[in-house]
């Protein structure tokens, strides 16, 4: 008999509701869930890949140990649960003993956050390890968002989420929702709202240096030089105010120190930014017009204003434009969530450079350092350095910047445990692997996106499968690992409450429950009876009372964020900032991050790795589309196969980022054959956000010259796994 459930999409920030229909151990569909609220049955071709990841024969089962022979052969072996916790907890304890837990770094990765036993039970194990070196994948992403949420709101997790569904003008920067899904905005169905927004007479404007498959649904493209995004957000903004059209109207009571922005920003007209974002005066100002007259109107970045070098000025400035045309927290600009189970209220606000990473002095945010420090903190000896690391869901060899670096200090560690499903190129350098149950075996609950999500909803999901037998969930590795170390530390363990009785007791004190009031009484028993979930209404406005500092308002003008607008004027006029050749990443609707080439339905067709060029950046160095030739950067070079785009802007070459399968010892078939490169084995650890050490993975400085084919300068690092 087929029996039919529920499921939230746990794979992006969309996190589509889906009907799965199962016959004992076999998935029979998966398909759109048309009453879930937030979704309303849109799914994209990856919604599939829950199959393929359930059934895949690579996704390791059970605990794995690296077993090295004399002759320097190096076998895996398959051990018990028992023995790979105690195994793990001698070794990081042995390491804590001998150099202090500073010697146990920690890398967290993506699928953390879309996995609810992660997020509720890190801590059981992290409470006794304090260590100082804390590593995430926030520090190639959102981490500027974040810094000025902080300073601006007063809490890190205060993200304004675009109501694209009531605007009128949506200025984006950065962002390719149509292949993304949506980020830091989980905004299910994108390609539909844009084209309401368009029906109803809205404008979409774009500012992307290549022509997205969002860029090519909008009203208006314009291609910008990677990098110089501050630059133009700073000349829109000067142009609001030097022109009168800074109305922040309702917001006035909120605000600190505009007069201080309007002072900051005073020399920065579109004129003298004209050349170096290669955007006319006339288009910049013109902008600023439309976005000030429009009744409703968003600014949006993502990825491509965060993850460069100015990412936490393109952040404050795009919140500050906001706040100038007063569409902060009114319907139809940009809000602020109320999620039924309130992480923003139930979580410290965070705080920034309270210490900073031994090697390099760069600053933590949340008590987390740079990823782009971590193949430093390893390799560099004294005290503090790393030599035990246990990473979990992330793959950093293929997702940090100068991944082979990072490689070949994974190599040198006395110790590396890794909380993953699979043997992957950063996984290879662990002597022990603890992979969880598979993602259908376990509960699931959105903590984290129905924060950031374009209506309030609220939506749990049992398990569809039993757990296959003797399989640890990645909550229960966390309290058992917590466990051990504790009682080996001579402390006390935390007791573990399973993650859908915190979800409960979250509900029950969130702003939907009985105790607050609320008409939805909202309870996990509730949510239980309402499996496509229920609607909490709309985003609606909410200051000053949500807001987090201290006096109620909003701090406009932080004093680190004023000060780094002189690193803008000095980049402003380097001479190598226009005409030095800039490399930007990209993302596909069947591609995700590193993890997700094994399936072979989402990795067949047509080679996605490729390098787009501009053909007139192909004739000028003599090359042709679809040849080979050499990319190389400070930290190294790759060989890559050319694709002649014309939706490309002159002067800048995309790459997407995690490819690069063909290392040696990975467990991964599908994807090694299918391997591509990895753009982060040339992207820069030393090339960063300078505020507040986000990596730069975007504008790259780059040459292209035709290739030397000789094997040597094939791109691998399939060397460096310790043995
Ligand atoms: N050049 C460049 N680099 C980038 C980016 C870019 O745009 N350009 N994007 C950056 C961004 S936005 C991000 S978020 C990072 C991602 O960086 P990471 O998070 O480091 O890498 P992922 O590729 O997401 O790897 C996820 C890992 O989690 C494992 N995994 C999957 N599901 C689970 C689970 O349920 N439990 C456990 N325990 N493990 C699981 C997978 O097997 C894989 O090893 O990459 C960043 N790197
Ligand atoms: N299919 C798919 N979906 C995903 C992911 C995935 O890997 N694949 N990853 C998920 C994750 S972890 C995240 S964080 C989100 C990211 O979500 P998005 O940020 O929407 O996705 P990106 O494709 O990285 O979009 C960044 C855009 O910035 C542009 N860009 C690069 N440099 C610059 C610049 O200097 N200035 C400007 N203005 N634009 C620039 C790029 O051309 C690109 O179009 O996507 C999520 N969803
Ligand atoms: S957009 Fe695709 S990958 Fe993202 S949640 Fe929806 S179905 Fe899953
Ligand atoms: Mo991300």
Aim: with cysteine.
């Amino acid at each position: 008999m087929p029996s039919t459930h529920h499921r939230a999409c746990h794979l992006c920030e969309a996190i589509c509701g889906l009907v799965i229909e199962t016959e004992g151990q076999t998935i029979l569909s998966i398909k759109g869930d048309p009453d879930d609220p937030l979704s309303r049955g849109h799914i994209c071709p990856k919604a599939i890949a829950l199959r393929d990841i359930h059934e895949d024969p690579d996704r390791l089962r059970q605990p794995i140990r690296k077993v090295r022979h004399a002759d320097g052969h190096v076998e895996w072996q398959e051990i018990s649960w028992d023995e790979a916790l105690d195994a793990t907890a001698d070794a990081l304890f042995d390491v804590h003993e001998r150099h202090g837990v500073d010697a146990i770094g920690v890398y967290l990765g993506n699928p953390t956050v879309h996995n609810i036993g992660m997020m509720t039970h890190q801590n059981n194990l992290f409470r006794f390890l304090r260590t100082r070196n804390r590593f995430s994948a926030t520090s190639v992403d959102q981490l500027p968002h974040h810094l000025v949420a902080l300073w601006l709101f007063g809490h890190k997790a205060m993200f304004p989420i675009p109501d694209i569904d009531n605007t009128d003008y949506f200025l984006m920067l950065g962002a390719n929702p149509v292949a993304s899904n949506g980020s830091i905005w989980t905004v299910p169905d994108i390609r539909r709202r844009i084209r309401d927004l368009k029906a109803r007479g809205g404008r979409l404007v774009v500012l992307d240096p290549r022509r997205t498959e969002t860029a090519d649904m909008a009203t208006e493209h314009h291609f910008i030089r990677p990098g110089n995004d501050a630059l133009f957000l700073a000349a829109l903004l000067q142009t609001l105010f030097h022109e009168g059209l800074a109305k922040p109207g309702h917001l006035t009571p909120l605000l600190r120190d505009l007069d201080s922005v309007a002072d900051a920003v005073r020399d920065f007209t579109p004129e003298s930014v004209t050349e170096a974002t290669g955007i006319a005066a006339d288009t910049i100002r013109g902008i600023a017009r439309d976005l000030a007259s429009a009744p409703r109107a968003i600014c949006y970045g993502r990825m491509g204003v965060s993850t460069q070098e100015f990412g936490t000025l393109c952040q404050w400035l795009i919140a500050m434009i906001n706040i100038a045309t007063g569409n902060l927290d009114r319907p139809g600009g940009s809000l602020f969530t109320l999620p039924a189970v309130d992480q923003v209220s139930n979580t410290g606000p965070g705080g920034f450079a309270r210490h900073h990473s031994r090697v390099r002095q760069l600053p933590e945010f949340d008590r987390e350092l740079p990823s782009s420090a971590l193949a430093d903190e390893i390799t560099t000896p004294g005290e503090g350095q790393i030599r035990a690391l246990f990473t979990g869901a992330g793959n950093p060899v293929l997702s940090t910047p100068n991944g082979r670096q990072l490689d070949e200090a994974l190599a040198s560690l006395e110790f590396m445990v890794s909380l993953d499903p699979y043997l992957n190129e950063t996984t290879r350098h662990a002597d022990i692997i603890l992979p969880p149950t598979s993602p259908l075996e376990h509960d699931h609950y959105d903590l984290a996106f129905h924060m950031n999500a374009m209506r309030n909803t609220a939506r749990y999901n049992p398990p569809i499968f039993e757990r296959a037998e003797g399989c640890l969930h990645d909550w229960e590795i966390f309290s058992a690992l917590g466990e051990r170390i504790a009682n080996r530390l001579g402390l006390e363990p935390k007791p573990a409450q399973p993650p859908h009785a915190m979800i409960d007791a979250g509900l029950r004190a969130g702003p939907y429950s009985e105790a607050r009031g609320s008409e939805h009484a909202l309870t996990l028993e509730k949510l239980k009876r309402n499996p496509s979930g229920i609607d909490l209404g709309p985003l609606q406005p909410q200051l000053p009372e949500r807001l987090f500092t201290a006096d109620h308002m909003i701090h406009c003008a932080p004093p680190p964020v004023l000060a780094d607008l002189d690193r803008l004027r000095r980049h402003h006029l380097a001479a190598d900032n226009v005409g030095q050749l800039r490399l930007i990443g990209r993302r596909h609707v069947r591609s995700n991050n590193s993890w997700m080439h094994n399936y072979h339905r989402l990795v067949k067709g047509r080679d996605r790795c490729a390098l787009m060029v501009h053909p007139d950046d192909l004739a000028a160095r003599g090359l042709a589309d679809g040849a080979r030739a050499e990319l190389a950067s400070r930290t190294g070079t790759l060989t890559v196969t050319l694709e002649a785009s014309e939706d490309i802007m002159p002067g800048v070459v995309s790459l997407p980022h995690g490819y690069g399968h063909d290392r040696a010892g990975i467990r991964m078939q599908t994807a090694r054959a299918n391997a591509g490169v990895s753009c982060n084995d040339i992207t820069d650890d030393r090339f960063l956000d300078g505020l507040s050490g986000n990596a730069a993975v975007n504008g790259v400085p780059v040459t292209l010259a035709p290739c030397d084919e000789s094997p040597l300068s094939a791109g691998t690092a399939g060397e460096g796994i310790r043995a």
